[in-house]
Protein backbone atom coordinates (compact mmCIF):
# COMPACT_ATOMS: atom_id res chain seq x y z
CA UNK A 1 0.00 0.00 0.00
CA UNK A 2 1.30 3.05 -1.03
CA UNK A 3 1.43 6.13 1.68
CA UNK A 4 -0.73 9.43 1.63
CA UNK A 5 0.95 12.60 0.91
CA UNK A 6 1.02 13.37 4.43
CA UNK A 7 3.00 10.25 5.47
CA UNK A 8 5.94 10.83 3.42
CA UNK A 9 9.14 11.53 5.10
CA UNK A 10 11.08 14.08 4.21
CA UNK A 11 14.50 14.34 5.42
CA UNK A 12 15.02 15.34 9.26
CA UNK A 13 16.91 18.49 10.94
CA UNK A 14 20.51 18.62 9.84
CA UNK A 15 23.23 18.09 12.57
CA UNK A 16 24.22 21.51 14.30
CA UNK A 17 26.54 23.78 12.53
CA UNK A 18 25.21 22.57 8.49
CA UNK A 19 23.44 24.96 6.78
CA UNK A 20 20.00 23.27 5.44
CA UNK A 21 17.74 25.30 3.24
CA UNK A 22 14.19 24.37 4.95
CA UNK A 23 12.11 24.94 1.73
CA UNK A 24 14.02 22.71 -0.19
CA UNK A 25 13.28 19.45 1.66
CA UNK A 26 9.72 20.78 2.37
CA UNK A 27 9.21 21.49 -1.68
CA UNK A 28 10.35 18.44 -2.52
CA UNK A 29 7.89 15.90 -2.72
CA UNK A 30 5.89 18.57 -4.85
CA UNK A 31 8.78 18.65 -6.94
CA UNK A 32 9.41 15.45 -7.67
CA UNK A 33 5.67 15.04 -8.32
CA UNK A 34 6.18 17.94 -10.87
CA UNK A 35 8.46 15.41 -12.92
CA UNK A 36 5.84 12.49 -13.15
CA UNK A 37 3.12 14.89 -14.73
CA UNK A 38 -0.50 13.48 -13.77
CA UNK A 39 0.59 10.36 -11.97
CA UNK A 40 -2.14 9.17 -9.11
CA UNK A 41 -0.87 11.32 -5.86
CA UNK A 42 0.24 7.87 -4.13
CA UNK A 43 2.23 7.35 -6.38
CA UNK A 44 3.65 10.55 -6.55
CA UNK A 45 3.69 10.31 -3.13
CA UNK A 46 5.53 7.38 -3.06
CA UNK A 47 8.28 7.95 -5.62
CA UNK A 48 9.64 11.17 -3.86
CA UNK A 49 9.92 9.48 -0.53
CA UNK A 50 11.72 6.79 -2.62
CA UNK A 51 14.33 8.56 -3.87
CA UNK A 52 14.92 11.07 -1.07
CA UNK A 53 15.74 7.83 0.36
CA UNK A 54 18.16 6.54 -2.13
CA UNK A 55 19.51 9.52 -2.11
CA UNK A 56 20.62 10.06 1.49
CA UNK A 57 22.29 6.17 1.33
CA UNK A 58 24.98 7.56 -1.36
CA UNK A 59 28.54 9.05 0.32
CA UNK A 60 28.41 11.42 -2.21
CA UNK A 61 26.75 15.30 -1.94
CA UNK A 62 24.07 15.23 -4.31
CA UNK A 63 21.98 18.18 -5.05
CA UNK A 64 19.09 18.80 -7.11
CA UNK A 65 18.34 22.15 -8.86
CA UNK A 66 14.88 23.19 -10.52
CA UNK A 67 14.66 26.22 -12.78
CA UNK A 68 17.53 29.20 -12.23
CA UNK A 69 19.34 26.94 -9.64
CA UNK A 70 16.50 26.89 -6.99
CA UNK A 71 17.61 23.92 -4.92
CA UNK A 72 14.95 20.95 -4.87
CA UNK A 73 17.10 18.84 -2.74
CA UNK A 74 19.77 18.10 -1.15
CA UNK A 75 21.38 15.31 0.55
CA UNK A 76 23.44 15.33 4.60
CA UNK A 77 26.85 14.07 2.35
CA UNK A 78 26.20 17.83 0.31
CA UNK A 79 24.99 19.75 3.27
CA UNK A 80 28.12 18.54 5.20
CA UNK A 81 30.41 19.15 2.12
CA UNK A 82 29.29 22.55 2.00
CA UNK A 83 29.07 23.60 5.53
CA UNK A 84 33.11 21.99 5.68
CA UNK A 85 34.50 23.05 2.72
CA UNK A 86 33.36 26.28 2.25
CA UNK A 87 33.54 26.87 -1.16
CA UNK A 88 29.87 26.16 -1.88
CA UNK A 89 27.00 27.36 0.10
CA UNK A 90 23.69 26.94 0.97
CA UNK A 91 21.83 29.85 0.93
CA UNK A 92 18.23 31.70 -0.15
CA UNK A 93 16.83 28.39 -1.42
CA UNK A 94 20.06 28.41 -4.28
CA UNK A 95 23.22 26.66 -3.91
CA UNK A 96 25.96 29.54 -4.41
CA UNK A 97 29.87 30.24 -4.93
CA UNK A 98 31.22 31.86 -2.14
CA UNK A 99 33.77 33.18 -4.10
CA UNK A 100 32.93 35.26 -6.88
CA UNK A 101 35.77 34.03 -9.29
CA UNK A 102 33.41 30.81 -8.78
CA UNK A 103 30.33 32.51 -9.18
CA UNK A 104 30.30 33.20 -13.26
CA UNK A 105 31.61 29.27 -13.68
CA UNK A 106 28.86 28.03 -11.69
CA UNK A 107 26.27 30.19 -13.11
CA UNK A 108 27.50 29.42 -16.86
CA UNK A 109 27.57 25.33 -15.64
CA UNK A 110 23.48 25.51 -14.53
CA UNK A 111 22.62 27.79 -17.57
CA UNK A 112 24.49 24.92 -19.38
CA UNK A 113 22.67 22.18 -18.35
CA UNK A 114 19.27 23.61 -19.22
CA UNK A 115 20.74 22.86 -22.95
CA UNK A 116 21.97 19.69 -22.26
CA UNK A 117 25.41 19.63 -21.30
CA UNK A 118 27.44 18.47 -18.38
CA UNK A 119 29.82 20.47 -17.02
CA UNK A 120 32.76 20.10 -14.47
CA UNK A 121 33.79 22.28 -11.75
CA UNK A 122 36.35 23.09 -9.47
CA UNK A 123 36.36 25.02 -6.44
CA UNK A 124 38.84 25.82 -3.35
CA UNK A 125 42.72 25.93 -4.37
CA UNK A 126 45.10 22.65 -5.54
CA UNK A 127 45.38 21.15 -1.77
CA UNK A 128 41.82 21.44 -1.24
CA UNK A 129 39.63 20.91 -4.46
CA UNK A 130 36.69 20.05 -4.53
CA UNK A 131 35.15 18.80 -7.76
CA UNK A 132 31.51 19.06 -8.87
CA UNK A 133 29.78 17.56 -11.89
CA UNK A 134 26.66 20.07 -13.38
CA UNK A 135 24.15 17.65 -15.73
CA UNK A 136 20.67 17.26 -16.63
CA UNK A 137 18.69 14.72 -15.92
CA UNK A 138 17.45 14.12 -19.57
CA UNK A 139 15.65 10.32 -18.77
CA UNK A 140 13.31 12.34 -16.20
CA UNK A 141 13.11 15.49 -18.68
CA UNK A 142 12.73 13.36 -21.76
CA UNK A 143 10.23 10.81 -20.00
CA UNK A 144 7.77 14.14 -18.51
CA UNK A 145 8.14 15.32 -22.45
CA UNK A 146 6.44 12.25 -23.49
CA UNK A 147 3.04 12.38 -21.04
CA UNK A 148 0.19 13.53 -22.43
CA UNK A 149 -1.70 16.39 -20.99
CA UNK A 150 1.06 18.99 -22.80
CA UNK A 151 3.15 18.89 -18.70
CA UNK A 152 6.23 20.62 -20.26
CA UNK A 153 10.02 19.87 -19.49
CA UNK A 154 10.90 21.21 -15.55
CA UNK A 155 14.31 21.07 -16.62
CA UNK A 156 15.62 19.52 -13.46
CA UNK A 157 19.32 19.27 -13.40
CA UNK A 158 21.89 17.49 -10.67
CA UNK A 159 24.93 18.56 -9.01
CA UNK A 160 27.19 15.93 -7.73
CA UNK A 161 30.13 16.33 -4.89
CA UNK A 162 33.12 14.42 -5.56
CA UNK A 163 33.67 11.83 -2.65
CA UNK A 164 35.84 13.40 -0.66
CA UNK A 165 38.97 11.09 1.50
CA UNK A 166 39.63 10.56 4.73
CA UNK A 167 35.51 9.24 5.35
CA UNK A 168 35.32 5.94 6.55
CA UNK A 169 32.03 4.68 4.81
CA UNK A 170 30.06 1.74 5.86
CA UNK A 171 31.26 0.16 2.51
CA UNK A 172 34.91 -0.45 4.04
CA UNK A 173 32.72 -2.35 7.16
CA UNK A 174 31.02 -4.88 5.09
CA UNK A 175 34.23 -4.88 3.07
CA UNK A 176 35.63 -6.86 6.15
CA UNK A 177 32.61 -8.27 7.41
CA UNK A 178 32.37 -10.48 3.61
CA UNK A 179 36.76 -11.42 4.02
CA UNK A 180 35.86 -12.05 8.28
CA UNK A 181 38.54 -9.38 8.67
CA UNK A 182 39.36 -8.96 12.68
CA UNK A 183 39.46 -5.90 14.34
CA UNK A 184 42.63 -5.29 14.29
CA UNK A 185 42.49 -5.90 10.42
CA UNK A 186 39.83 -3.37 9.44
CA UNK A 187 41.79 -0.75 11.96
CA UNK A 188 44.20 -1.12 9.30
CA UNK A 189 42.19 -1.17 6.56
CA UNK A 190 40.52 1.71 7.36
CA UNK A 191 44.15 3.52 8.54
CA UNK A 192 45.44 2.55 4.76
CA UNK A 193 42.11 3.88 3.20
CA UNK A 194 43.29 7.26 4.28
CA UNK A 195 46.87 6.82 2.92
CA UNK A 196 48.70 6.29 6.45
CA UNK A 197 51.89 3.49 5.59
CA UNK A 198 52.71 0.94 7.79
CA UNK A 199 54.77 3.17 9.82
CA UNK A 200 52.07 5.50 11.04
CA UNK A 201 49.80 2.91 11.53
CA UNK A 202 51.97 1.38 14.16
CA UNK A 203 52.45 4.23 15.55
CA UNK A 204 48.71 5.51 15.88
CA UNK A 205 47.79 1.71 17.45
CA UNK A 206 50.81 1.51 19.56
CA UNK A 207 52.07 -1.74 18.28
CA UNK A 208 54.96 -2.51 15.88
CA UNK A 209 55.62 -2.09 12.37
CA UNK A 210 56.16 -6.06 12.16
CA UNK A 211 52.55 -6.06 13.55
CA UNK A 212 50.87 -4.00 11.00
CA UNK A 213 52.70 -5.55 8.20
CA UNK A 214 51.67 -9.20 9.26
CA UNK A 215 48.21 -7.64 10.12
CA UNK A 216 47.93 -6.39 6.18
CA UNK A 217 49.77 -9.58 5.02
CA UNK A 218 46.74 -11.25 6.68
CA UNK A 219 44.16 -9.10 5.19
CA UNK A 220 45.61 -9.67 1.36
CA UNK A 221 45.85 -13.33 1.58
CA UNK A 222 41.94 -13.29 3.51
CA UNK A 223 41.05 -10.56 0.25
CA UNK A 224 43.23 -12.53 -2.43
CA UNK A 225 45.00 -9.69 -3.25
CA UNK A 226 48.23 -9.21 -4.79
CA UNK A 227 49.54 -5.78 -3.08
CA UNK A 228 48.48 -3.08 -1.40
CA UNK A 229 47.62 -1.02 -4.21
CA UNK A 230 45.64 -3.60 -5.67
CA UNK A 231 43.40 -4.30 -2.32
CA UNK A 232 43.14 -0.37 -2.01
CA UNK A 233 42.04 -0.38 -5.91
CA UNK A 234 39.39 -3.03 -4.63
CA UNK A 235 38.46 -0.80 -1.78
CA UNK A 236 38.31 2.32 -3.55
CA UNK A 237 35.78 1.02 -6.61
CA UNK A 238 32.98 -0.50 -3.74
CA UNK A 239 29.84 1.35 -3.79
CA UNK A 240 29.70 4.30 -1.82
CA UNK A 241 27.63 3.88 1.15
CA UNK A 242 26.85 6.39 3.83
CA UNK A 243 26.99 5.37 7.26
CA UNK A 244 23.86 4.65 9.02
CA UNK A 245 25.02 7.11 12.21
CA UNK A 246 25.40 9.72 9.94
CA UNK A 247 22.06 8.92 8.74
CA UNK A 248 20.38 9.03 12.07
CA UNK A 249 22.52 12.71 13.34
Known amino acids: MFPSESEVRVPSPSPSGLTQPTRAHTDAKADFGAAVGSAP ?10 AISILEQIDHGVLLLGEHGRLLFVNRVAMRECAVHGALRLENGRLQALRQIDAEPLARALASATRGLRTLLHFGGEEDCLPLVVMPLTTLTTAEADLS ?15 RSGTEPLNIE ?12 RAVLKGLSRGLDPISLASTHGVKVSTVR ?8 KTRTGSIRALLDVVNNLPP ?4 TELRA
Open 214 to 221: TQIMHIRE
Open 174 to 185: LFAQAYALTTAE
Open 241 to 244: VVCS
Open 41 to 50: LAQVAFGAAL
Open 149 to 163: DGVRSTGITLALLAK
